[in-house]
């Protein structure tokens, strides 16, 4: 079952970037499932896949495909309305069949193709009940978390699931796609062959704070991560920015708390930049991977979500490495003059200078100060905070290596952060997509790995990160 096109941009700011089409779709397995509730949202449109028409219509047919939003998105039970509607899937197959019946011209009430498509209607009410349920949502505005569409406000359709169901309820936000020849299976197996193919020369990857938690460095949205582990009440900052970092912990990382108070960000850090000055943070078997594969010539663009240098540490060449939100090892510069720091002097000072949060020291009042002297801002790392825009040729690689990716890799990131959340969608219909991370991501960025779905040419492969590369390196020959 094909789900909506995508029609992501990329290279958009993050205040104000388009979403996928948004698809809910509920797969009925039971008589039970009959009675589960679907809330469509207004321009939203309800279909079922598996009812498409073989024979040629005449264009007037009330329950004719509805081709502008998928190439199958089968027949629409109820079409867009200026008001949501709320009903059972019995009750919208009903409705829809009682609309053919009774609701639509005489002339057209006893035409054959009519009545069976009627009689069609009804037998998917029958035992065994077995057919799948999609609501189409149009797609979105983000503007700072809050989704808005064409005056709809946050308005999303949404599915109840009652208890004695068997069905399922999955979002989809893209297309299963094209699955290519040298890609035999959708497993570890599948895209070794498909690495070592005629096929595949071009290896695009997204990396993110997952590759390098083993390396001894926290990720941030995990259980145990810096956001979820954040302790407000020990960082030297004012009760209004303790409150603010422990309503949104991201405000940690943005740039207008740092020119309002970089010392939040500092402590917080504190141990992650001494220790990466002092090289306790080896690279990982991930870091190791790509730097084998641009060896080979394979690696057309590393875009890494990373701010610990640790993909250069590892040898990969610079000219396919971007680091979209800079590094910490990047030259430091003063926020209001400019001037420059090495990132070496920088953490020379924080080690002496800035406190460990929960300790009785006492950080150094307005963090590093300007090496020229300035006296009007701190020394701020080579990092892009939120409300700063992303590495300057983040664009230039979305025009030229996106779009001509064979395989895209996406490892150890929750794809959660624009604008790099958006490239998933934004390669060719036949790319291999690939997520290697502890958890199942990716849905909302438009991978589909789902079955039901169609799935074609997304692998999932969920499990500890450093083992998937390293039993991935063996199956292709690299040394790690």
């Not at 039970?77 to 009903?94: A, E, H, M, N, Y």
């Not at 599915?159 to 094209?178: F, K, Q």
């Not at 209001?336 to 460990?356: L, R, Y």
């Not at 590093?368 to 825009?389: N, Q, T, W």
Request: charged residues 20%; contains cysteine; glycine residues 10%.
């Amino acid at each position: 079952m094909a789900a909506a096109p995508p029609h992501a941009s990329v290279g958009l700011g993050v205040d104000a970037a388009p979403l996928l089409p948004r698809e809910l779709t509920v797969r009925v397995e039971s008589a039970g499932d009959l009675a589960q509730v679907i809330t469509k949202a207004p321009e939203a449109v309800v279909a079922v896949p598996e009812l498409t028409d073989d024979d040629d219509d005449d264009g007037a047919d009330p329950m004719a495909q509805i081709t502008p939003l998928s190439e199958t998105a089968g027949w629409a039970l109820v079409q867009r309305s200026r008001l949501p509607v709320t009903d059972t899937i019995k009750g919208f197959v009903q409705k829809a069949a009682h609309r053919l019946r009774e609701e639509i011209p005489d002339f057209m009430r006893h035409l054959p193709q009519i009545k069976a498509k009627a009689a069609r209607l009804d037998a998917l009410l029958q035992d065994p009940v077995s057919f799948t349920v999609v609501v189409h949502d149009p797609p979105r505005t983000q503007r700072g978390g809050v989704l808005t569409g064409d005056g709809l406000g946050d308005q999303l359709s949404q599915v109840e699931v009652p208890a004695e169901g068997d069905g399922r309820v999955t979002l989809s936000y893209g297309r299963p796609g094209h699955r290519p020849l040298a890609l035999p299976s959708l497993d570890l197996d599948g895209l070794a062959h498909f690495l070592q193919s005629d096929s595949c020369t071009k290896v695009m990857f997204i990396t993110g704070a997952g590759i390098s938690t083993n390396c001894g460095i926290p990720d941030y949205r995990s259980a145990t991560g810096l956001y979820n582990s954040l302790q407000p009440e020990l960082l030297t900052a004012t009760e209004e920015q303790r409150t603010r970092i422990q309503r949104e912990p991201q405000t940690l990382a943005s740039i207008q708390l740092f020119r309002e108070n970089p010392l939040p960000l500092l402590e917080a850090k504190r141990e992650f930049v001494v220790g990466l000055a002092e090289r306790r943070f080896p690279p990982g078997p991930a870091h190791g991977f790509c730097a084998a594969l641009a060896q080979r010539g394979l690696v057309s663009r590393v875009l890494t979500q990373n701010i610990d240098g640790l993909h250069s540490l590892a040898g990969l060449p610079g000219d396919v490495l971007t680091e979209v939100h800079g590094s910490f090892r990047l030259p430091c510069t003063c926020c209001a003059c400019g001037a420059s720091m090495p990132f070496e002097q920088f953490a020379a000072k924080v080690a002496t200078s800035i406190k460990q949060p929960g300790t009785d020291a006492v950080s150094a009042a307005g963090g590093i100060a300007c090496p020229a002297g300035c006296g009007r801002g701190s020394v701020k790392p080579g990092v892009v905070l939120f409300g700063e825009s992303v590495a300057s040729d983040f664009s230039d690689v979305c025009e030229r290596d996106v779009p001509q990716a064979d395989v895209l890799i996406i490892a150890g990131t929750s794809l959660t952060v624009p604008p790099v959340a958006y490239l998933p969608a934004a390669v060719r219909d036949d790319c291999v997509r690939v997520v290697i991370n502890g958890e199942s991501v990716g849905e909302a960025s438009g991978l589909v790995f789902d079955p039901v779905l169609g799935a074609q040419r997304d692998i999932l492969l969920q499990g500890d990160i450093d083992a998937t590369f390293e039993a991935l390196a063996q199956k292709i020959g690299v040394d790690l």
